[in-house]
């Protein structure tokens, strides 16, 4: 009996969760680039921040990590842009995702801090479900399970190898 609810809920909710899944694949794929600018597009930004910023406060208030090239006058040149000290006028560019793309990594990296932390949860529990009711999938006796068995096998060696690499 045991063996029938797991097959039913498994194929369910796999069904469900295709498009969450196919989300989650997608992004992760993109996020091993994020140290590159592999899809991103340049946007052009303007912001008022508080006047008289120096050096060190200038990063946190544009919430990005910036390197100061140099300081002349009333202007700090920064990567990629400039702030007005008097002004308080930044003018930079930074590289982005493409809307959506962006939306999707930020579904991805969700903490605790974030609304969508619960879709999380339950999307890491579903896969641990797949994970477990795989083995209700076929009985214990029949050759297809025991062929499975070998590529779990090789499937925990090959994780406990890139653990270690």
């Given at each position: 009996m045991t063996s029938k609810w797991m097959r039913v809920i498994h194929r369910y909710l796999g069904f469900f969760l295709a498009g969450i899944m196919a989300m989650y694949a997608l992004s992760g794929m993109v996020m091993i680039y994020r140290t590159t600018d592999?899809?991103?597009?340049?946007?052009?930004?303007?912001?008022?921040?508080?006047?008289?910023?120096?050096?060190?406060?200038?990063?946190?208030a544009l919430r990005m990590r910036l390197q100061v090239q140099k300081e002349e006058g009333d202007l700090i040149y920064f990567n990629d842009g400039t702030y007005n000290k008097v002004t308080g006028e930044a003018d930079y560019t930074v590289k982005e995702l493409p809307?959506?793309?962006?939306?999707?990594?930020?579904?991805?990296?969700?903490?605790?801090?974030?609304?969508?932390?619960?879709?999380?949860?339950?999307?890491?529990?579903?896969?641990?479900?797949?994970?477990?009711?795989?083995?209700?999938?076929?009985?214990?006796?029949?050759?297809?399970?025991?062929?499975?068995?070998?590529?779990?096998?090789?499937?925990?060696?090959?994780?406990?190898?890139?653990?270690?690499?």
């Open positions: 592999f899809l991103k597009e340049e946007k052009h930004m303007q912001k008022t921040l508080e006047p008289g910023l120096n050096a060190e406060g200038l990063g946190p809307t959506l793309l962006h939306k999707m990594e930020t579904i991805h990296k969700a903490t605790v801090n974030s609304p969508l932390y619960f879709l999380n949860i339950f999307f890491g529990l579903s896969l641990l479900f797949f994970v477990i009711s795989t083995f209700w999938m076929f009985a214990p006796q029949t050759k297809i399970f025991k062929k499975g068995l070998w590529f779990t096998a090789g499937g925990i060696v090959l994780t406990i190898i890139l653990l270690y690499v």
